[in-house]
Protein backbone atom coordinates (compact mmCIF):
# COMPACT_ATOMS: atom_id res chain seq x y z
CA UNK A 1 0.00 0.00 0.00
CA UNK A 2 1.26 3.64 -0.73
CA UNK A 3 2.18 6.28 2.20
CA UNK A 4 0.04 8.21 3.49
CA UNK A 5 1.26 11.70 3.41
CA UNK A 6 0.68 14.71 6.01
CA UNK A 7 -0.23 18.38 4.42
CA UNK A 8 3.29 19.15 5.31
CA UNK A 9 4.51 16.41 3.23
CA UNK A 10 2.30 16.73 0.56
CA UNK A 11 3.91 20.56 0.59
CA UNK A 12 7.05 18.67 0.13
CA UNK A 13 5.78 16.75 -3.07
CA UNK A 14 4.00 19.84 -4.77
CA UNK A 15 6.95 22.04 -4.95
CA UNK A 16 9.34 19.31 -6.95
CA UNK A 17 5.46 18.67 -8.99
CA UNK A 18 5.78 23.04 -9.87
CA UNK A 19 9.73 22.10 -11.37
CA UNK A 20 8.08 19.30 -13.58
CA UNK A 21 5.18 21.79 -14.83
CA UNK A 22 7.09 24.73 -15.11
CA UNK A 23 9.77 22.04 -16.92
CA UNK A 24 6.96 20.81 -19.79
CA UNK A 25 6.04 24.95 -20.13
CA UNK A 26 9.62 25.82 -20.80
CA UNK A 27 10.17 22.61 -23.13
CA UNK A 28 7.09 23.15 -25.52
CA UNK A 29 8.34 26.04 -27.18
CA UNK A 30 11.29 24.04 -29.03
CA UNK A 31 9.38 20.91 -29.52
CA UNK A 32 9.64 22.03 -33.37
CA UNK A 33 10.55 20.24 -36.63
CA UNK A 34 14.58 19.78 -36.68
CA UNK A 35 15.37 19.15 -33.10
CA UNK A 36 16.87 16.21 -31.96
CA UNK A 37 15.31 13.79 -28.95
CA UNK A 38 18.42 14.29 -27.16
CA UNK A 39 18.52 18.19 -27.33
CA UNK A 40 15.13 18.40 -26.00
CA UNK A 41 16.58 15.71 -22.95
CA UNK A 42 19.19 18.10 -22.73
CA UNK A 43 17.18 21.10 -22.49
CA UNK A 44 14.88 20.15 -19.58
CA UNK A 45 17.64 18.36 -17.83
CA UNK A 46 19.89 21.98 -17.44
CA UNK A 47 16.05 23.82 -16.62
CA UNK A 48 15.55 21.05 -13.67
CA UNK A 49 18.96 21.39 -12.26
CA UNK A 50 18.74 25.34 -12.67
CA UNK A 51 15.71 25.38 -10.62
CA UNK A 52 17.88 23.41 -7.96
CA UNK A 53 16.20 19.62 -8.99
CA UNK A 54 17.75 16.26 -9.34
CA UNK A 55 16.52 14.36 -12.83
CA UNK A 56 15.38 11.66 -10.96
CA UNK A 57 15.00 9.03 -14.08
CA UNK A 58 18.80 9.34 -14.56
CA UNK A 59 20.41 5.92 -12.86
CA UNK A 60 16.98 4.47 -11.79
CA UNK A 61 17.09 0.81 -11.94
CA UNK A 62 19.88 2.06 -14.83
CA UNK A 63 17.93 4.17 -17.36
CA UNK A 64 20.79 6.58 -18.89
CA UNK A 65 18.84 10.09 -19.28
CA UNK A 66 16.66 12.44 -17.89
CA UNK A 67 13.77 11.99 -19.61
CA UNK A 68 11.48 9.82 -21.47
CA UNK A 69 11.14 10.94 -25.59
CA UNK A 70 8.96 8.73 -27.03
CA UNK A 71 7.30 9.31 -30.65
CA UNK A 72 4.70 7.98 -33.05
CA UNK A 73 4.26 4.49 -32.07
CA UNK A 74 6.22 4.30 -28.66
CA UNK A 75 4.30 4.02 -25.61
CA UNK A 76 6.65 5.17 -23.16
CA UNK A 77 10.43 4.65 -22.18
CA UNK A 78 11.47 6.24 -25.36
CA UNK A 79 15.99 7.21 -25.27
CA UNK A 80 16.13 10.05 -26.66
CA UNK A 81 18.75 10.68 -29.40
CA UNK A 82 19.77 11.67 -32.94
CA UNK A 83 16.31 11.48 -34.46
CA UNK A 84 14.52 14.54 -35.10
CA UNK A 85 11.39 15.67 -35.28
CA UNK A 86 9.67 16.08 -38.57
CA UNK A 87 6.10 17.62 -38.77
CA UNK A 88 3.26 15.62 -38.21
CA UNK A 89 5.06 13.96 -35.36
CA UNK A 90 3.51 12.93 -31.69
CA UNK A 91 6.04 12.89 -28.92
CA UNK A 92 5.59 12.66 -25.43
CA UNK A 93 7.72 14.01 -22.46
CA UNK A 94 8.14 12.20 -19.49
CA UNK A 95 10.76 13.33 -16.71
CA UNK A 96 10.58 12.73 -12.94
CA UNK A 97 12.42 15.78 -10.33
CA UNK A 98 13.94 15.40 -6.99
CA UNK A 99 13.56 18.28 -4.72
CA UNK A 100 15.67 18.06 -1.86
CA UNK A 101 14.22 14.09 -1.30
CA UNK A 102 10.46 14.67 -2.73
CA UNK A 103 9.49 14.23 -6.22
CA UNK A 104 7.39 14.86 -8.94
CA UNK A 105 6.51 13.49 -12.13
CA UNK A 106 4.04 14.01 -15.20
CA UNK A 107 4.52 13.62 -18.59
CA UNK A 108 2.74 15.23 -21.63
CA UNK A 109 2.90 14.99 -25.52
CA UNK A 110 3.38 17.23 -28.08
CA UNK A 111 1.89 18.18 -31.73
CA UNK A 112 5.40 18.31 -33.93
CA UNK A 113 4.21 21.07 -36.24
CA UNK A 114 1.23 20.77 -38.81
CA UNK A 115 -0.25 17.41 -37.45
CA UNK A 116 -2.84 15.07 -38.99
CA UNK A 117 -6.67 15.01 -37.46
CA UNK A 118 -6.01 11.79 -36.31
CA UNK A 119 -2.83 12.92 -34.01
CA UNK A 120 -5.45 15.69 -33.18
CA UNK A 121 -8.63 13.51 -32.19
CA UNK A 122 -6.52 11.32 -30.21
CA UNK A 123 -4.70 13.74 -28.45
CA UNK A 124 -7.86 15.13 -27.49
CA UNK A 125 -9.36 11.79 -26.29
CA UNK A 126 -6.24 10.91 -24.63
CA UNK A 127 -6.43 14.26 -22.26
CA UNK A 128 -10.07 13.95 -21.67
CA UNK A 129 -8.92 10.40 -20.28
CA UNK A 130 -6.64 11.71 -17.99
CA UNK A 131 -9.25 14.46 -16.61
CA UNK A 132 -12.11 11.83 -16.58
CA UNK A 133 -9.77 9.96 -14.26
CA UNK A 134 -8.83 12.48 -12.05
CA UNK A 135 -12.43 13.25 -11.57
CA UNK A 136 -13.08 9.96 -9.90
CA UNK A 137 -9.91 10.03 -7.03
CA UNK A 138 -12.03 11.65 -5.03
CA UNK A 139 -12.22 9.84 -1.24
CA UNK A 140 -14.21 7.24 -0.65
CA UNK A 141 -14.00 5.83 -4.21
CA UNK A 142 -12.04 2.89 -5.18
CA UNK A 143 -9.34 2.93 -7.73
CA UNK A 144 -10.99 0.57 -10.35
CA UNK A 145 -13.74 3.75 -10.51
CA UNK A 146 -10.46 6.14 -12.14
CA UNK A 147 -9.45 2.09 -14.13
CA UNK A 148 -12.96 2.07 -15.26
CA UNK A 149 -14.06 5.45 -16.68
CA UNK A 150 -11.23 6.16 -18.79
CA UNK A 151 -11.23 2.21 -20.16
CA UNK A 152 -14.73 3.28 -20.92
CA UNK A 153 -14.11 6.19 -22.35
CA UNK A 154 -10.95 6.03 -24.52
CA UNK A 155 -12.76 2.22 -26.12
CA UNK A 156 -16.50 4.14 -26.55
CA UNK A 157 -13.89 6.49 -28.74
CA UNK A 158 -11.91 3.29 -30.47
CA UNK A 159 -8.99 3.41 -29.39
CA UNK A 160 -7.42 0.83 -27.00
CA UNK A 161 -5.58 1.33 -23.41
CA UNK A 162 -2.53 0.00 -22.78
CA UNK A 163 -2.26 -2.41 -19.79
CA UNK A 164 1.50 -3.19 -19.17
CA UNK A 165 1.97 -0.08 -17.77
CA UNK A 166 0.25 2.04 -14.95
CA UNK A 167 0.31 4.96 -12.85
CA UNK A 168 2.03 4.55 -9.47
CA UNK A 169 2.16 5.84 -5.63
CA UNK A 170 4.88 8.42 -5.26
CA UNK A 171 6.75 10.91 -2.86
CA UNK A 172 10.20 9.50 -1.79
CA UNK A 173 10.70 7.00 -3.86
CA UNK A 174 9.50 6.89 -7.89
CA UNK A 175 7.65 4.16 -7.67
CA UNK A 176 5.47 3.93 -3.88
CA UNK A 177 3.49 0.59 -3.02
CA UNK A 178 0.47 1.38 -5.58
CA UNK A 179 -0.58 0.96 -8.86
CA UNK A 180 -3.18 2.66 -11.02
CA UNK A 181 -4.14 0.85 -13.73
CA UNK A 182 -5.81 2.53 -17.32
CA UNK A 183 -8.51 -0.10 -17.09
CA UNK A 184 -10.59 -2.42 -15.10
CA UNK A 185 -13.61 -2.82 -13.07
CA UNK A 186 -15.66 -0.38 -10.81
CA UNK A 187 -15.54 -0.48 -7.15
CA UNK A 188 -12.47 -2.65 -7.25
CA UNK A 189 -8.77 -2.48 -5.55
CA UNK A 190 -7.75 -0.03 -2.97
CA UNK A 191 -10.01 2.44 -1.30
CA UNK A 192 -8.79 5.97 -1.86
CA UNK A 193 -8.22 8.35 0.99
CA UNK A 194 -7.03 11.72 1.99
CA UNK A 195 -3.03 11.45 2.10
CA UNK A 196 -2.82 9.50 -0.97
CA UNK A 197 -0.57 10.46 -3.30
CA UNK A 198 -0.35 8.83 -7.01
CA UNK A 199 -0.39 9.44 -10.84
CA UNK A 200 -3.12 8.97 -13.25
CA UNK A 201 -0.88 8.50 -17.01
CA UNK A 202 -2.96 6.81 -19.67
CA UNK A 203 -1.50 5.78 -23.12
CA UNK A 204 -4.42 5.12 -25.59
CA UNK A 205 -3.63 3.69 -28.83
CA UNK A 206 -4.59 3.72 -32.03
CA UNK A 207 -4.74 0.13 -32.67
CA UNK A 208 -3.84 -2.92 -30.18
CA UNK A 209 -3.25 -2.33 -26.62
CA UNK A 210 -0.37 -4.98 -26.63
CA UNK A 211 3.27 -3.66 -26.74
CA UNK A 212 6.83 -5.09 -27.84
CA UNK A 213 10.11 -3.84 -25.88
CA UNK A 214 12.99 -2.76 -27.65
CA UNK A 215 16.37 -4.03 -27.65
CA UNK A 216 17.54 -1.77 -25.41
CA UNK A 217 15.14 -3.03 -22.80
CA UNK A 218 13.41 0.05 -21.97
CA UNK A 219 11.42 1.38 -24.79
CA UNK A 220 7.79 -0.07 -25.21
CA UNK A 221 6.32 0.45 -28.44
CA UNK A 222 2.80 -0.69 -29.99
CA UNK A 223 2.85 -4.03 -31.82
CA UNK A 224 0.66 -3.08 -34.80
CA UNK A 225 2.80 0.49 -35.02
CA UNK A 226 -0.12 2.19 -34.63
CA UNK A 227 0.31 5.80 -32.65
CA UNK A 228 0.26 5.82 -29.01
CA UNK A 229 0.09 8.84 -26.42
CA UNK A 230 0.39 9.59 -23.04
CA UNK A 231 -0.64 12.56 -20.28
CA UNK A 232 0.66 12.13 -16.77
CA UNK A 233 -0.54 14.05 -13.99
CA UNK A 234 0.67 14.11 -10.38
CA UNK A 235 -2.31 14.76 -7.52
CA UNK A 236 -2.85 14.45 -3.67
CA UNK A 237 -6.18 13.62 -2.41
CA UNK A 238 -7.83 16.18 -0.03
CA UNK A 239 -10.89 15.71 2.16
CA UNK A 240 -11.92 18.34 -0.42
CA UNK A 241 -11.23 15.96 -3.65
CA UNK A 242 -7.90 15.73 -5.70
CA UNK A 243 -5.06 18.24 -6.13
CA UNK A 244 -3.23 18.17 -9.47
CA UNK A 245 -0.03 19.48 -8.53
CA UNK A 246 1.59 19.27 -11.61
CA UNK A 247 -0.75 21.34 -13.26
CA UNK A 248 0.37 24.02 -15.66
CA UNK A 249 -1.13 27.19 -16.51
CA UNK A 250 -1.95 27.21 -19.90
CA UNK A 251 -3.84 22.92 -19.87
CA UNK A 252 -7.46 23.00 -20.26
CA UNK A 253 -8.10 22.02 -16.99
CA UNK A 254 -8.06 25.68 -15.88
CA UNK A 255 -10.37 26.13 -17.89
CA UNK A 256 -13.17 24.80 -16.32
Excluded at 193 to 209: K, S
Amino acid sequence: MTSIRSMKEIEKIHEACKVVAKCHKHIKPFVQPGITTMELNDIAEKFIRDQGGIPEQIGYMGYPYATCTSVNDEICHGFPGKYKLKSGDLITIDTVVNLEGWLGDSAWSYAVGEVSGKVKKLMETTLKCLYLGIEQAVPGNRIGDISHVIQTYAEGKGYSVVRDFTGHGIGRVMHDGLAIPHFGKPGRGPRIVPGMVFTIEPMINTGTWMCKIDDNGWTARTLDGGLSCQYEHTIAITEEGPLIMTLQEDEPWNKK
